[in-house]
């Protein structure tokens, strides 16, 4: 039998399909270079007519308005370059710093009066002085043709030298006119003589409304001549609650970065309505929240600054704090009544000879109403010392006008009346070393928010220390001490006096009140 051997075969569909293949793709590669390229202007590109999107006559004026502003705005805002200059000493002989004297011990000028043969005697080594020099950047504002500049305090302060950069790249050297921490502004003045500056047009922030448009123009990240937009987003801000500086702060998203303080923030008539000073950040960027100083602020504290070299403001000579609901219900004030409580008057001050008493209600001071604290402090500081004005106040629910003759805010007056406060602080101190609790006299707010008799007398336990005999023995928050050692306590200072005179090692009776029931804790104190 014969047997065939099958060859493999490839099918002659499959070949041609390939060879056409091969066929399109070479002729596809080489057909554009082939056929050459189209003639330049031969192609139309875009659309033949732009969208039809009406838009209103006023907003066709608009889109150039921010580009207009920018135009004018941005040469009277400067680059401000503070330099820091520390001189260290050095010593080529290292020995010297450490020891003081030859690294040897100097054995043989001490024993013998003289240095052995070949070597000289070394009385000080050779000193060398080397400067280091640390520069900042911020912005500022020229607000005169003859060279003074609007910044901020933190820009230049401690600053050995000062250099100005414009926006049309000329270079000035400035000094510092004057500075007021309080406020965060500066004053510096170009030392050159000049008097073709631009200038600013300041404004006025009174009249400024949350939602107005803000422009901010500076020199972020050293991007000088930077310019933003956004609006106002807020007025009467402050940053730091309880802090001794004055603010008054307009909040805007218009980007403000660092290099940006003691710019410029104007409206939309390119108008100065502020200066630049800080951002709300948690990342050391933009994060859509800066604050700005009112114009009418800065301008005041820059004129006090130029023309007495010192910001005078008025005291009033108050601790004062807000006047809450709660406050109202215990003051039986109505709901709607807006004004700033008197925490505690300052003997011998203002507001002391003037007749203001603990517990007024003061809502308005010359003729401004005040709705909170710092409202209050702004009001008097923008009042020069020496003037007498009306302040209006509720004292119950009498209305009545008393004038004050305000004196200067001097650090010193506020430091010894802090101080005087400070020694009732102090009394409290040294009742919570030797009791281990803090205490407070009974109002009938307290009364009230207790829940019992407007008339109890005695002194309500604000806190207790864990670790104290008072809290061994029971002794709670909002008990109410009637009496110590059978001597009835009207007062804080009362209490203060009953506790004085027990000595160490002496034993101490309270009469307590608690949830409408009395019972006594007795104990004697540790020496």
Known sequence: MRSIARK??????????????????????????????????????????????????????????IADV????????????????DTVIFSNNPFYQFFGGDPFGGGFEDFFGQAPHGRQRQNQPPVEKREYRQQGLGSGVIVSKDGYILTNYHVVAGANEIEVKTADKRNFRADVVGLDSLADVAVIKIKEK????????????DKLRAGDWAIAVGNPFSLTSSVTLGIVSALNRTAQEGSDTYQNFIQTDAAINPGNSGGALVNIDGELIGIN????????????????????????????LIYEGKVSRGWLGVSIQDLDGATRDAM?????????LIGDVFKGQPADKA??????VVTSVNGQPVDGPNELRLAVAAIHPGEKIPLELLRGAKKMTVYVTLTNRDSKKIESTAAAGAQDEGESADLVEKLGIKTQGLTEGKCDELGIDPGTKGVVVLEVKPSSQAYEQGLRPNDIILEVNRRQITSQNDFKEAVKSVKAGESLMLLVLRDGNTFYRAFKLEK
């Open 8 to 65: 493999p075969v490839i099918p002659i569909s499959l070949t041609v399909i390939a060879c056409i293949a091969v066929a399109l793709v070479v002729h596809g590669t080489c057909s554009f270079a082939e056929s050459g390229r189209p003639e330049r202007g031969s192609i139309v590109f875009g659309a033949d007519q732009k969208p039809d999107i009406r838009s209103s006559a006023q907003l066709g004026a608009f889109k150039t308005i």
């Open 355 to 360: 007749g203001i008493k603990r517990g007024d």
């Open 332 to 340: 039986g004030l109505e709901a709607d009544v807006k004004g700033v």
């Open 277 to 304: 000073t800080m951002i709300y950040t948690q990342s050391g960027g933009y994060m859509g929240i800066g604050f700005a100083i009112p114009i009418n602020m800065a301008r005041q504290i820059m004129e006090d």
């Open 70 to 85: 920018a135009e004018k705005v941005v040469p009277t805002v400067v680059s401000v370059i503070p330099t820091k200059i």
């Open 194 to 205: 000049v008097h073709d500056l631009p200038v600013a047009y300041l404004g006025n922030s």
